[in-house]
């Protein structure tokens, strides 16, 4: 399983971006997809995650009104919707695919993650 993010770039304060998943290898209709970033110095930590049905989503408080997390399981994508862009939102942007659940509980977190993608850098400047 393969999942290529892209989308990531160099933007102003207040900037949007849209982050793109591209997933080959296995079908995601039956998986939670995430996204997670890790600042330099940082753990990784979680951004988003939407259910397998994309009926569900669960955010980061960091990130709450002003990123969306969507999926289009017939492309077999997630993307990220990313709006008003704050400095601290600097970091690398992977995204995701869980083990095996399709619905998001509310203990799920990144131990639930079997695939990772490669991550693309988003730089936010003042």
């Known amino acids: 399983v393969q999942l290529q993010a892209s989308g990531g770039g160099l933007v102003q304060v207040g900037a949007s971006l849209r982050l793109s998943c591209a997933v080959s290898g296995r079908t995601i209709s039956a998986y939670i997809m995430a996204w997670f970033r890790q600042a330099p110095g940082k753990e990784r930590e979680f951004v988003a995650a939407i259910s397998a049905n994309g009926r569900s989503t669960k955010y980061a408080d960091a990130v709450k009104g002003r990123f969306t997390v969507s999926r289009d399981n017939a492309k077999n994508t997630v993307d990220l919707q990313m709006n008003s862009l704050k400095p601290e939102d600097t970091a690398v942007y992977y995204c995701?695919?869980?083990?095996?659940?399709?619905?998001?509980?509310?203990?799920?977190?990144?131990?639930?993650?079997?695939?990772w993608g490669q991550g693309t850098q988003v730089t936010v400047s003042s």
């Open positions: 995701a695919q869980d083990r095996g659940s399709p619905f998001i509980t509310p203990d799920w977190d990144i131990r639930r993650i079997e695939y």
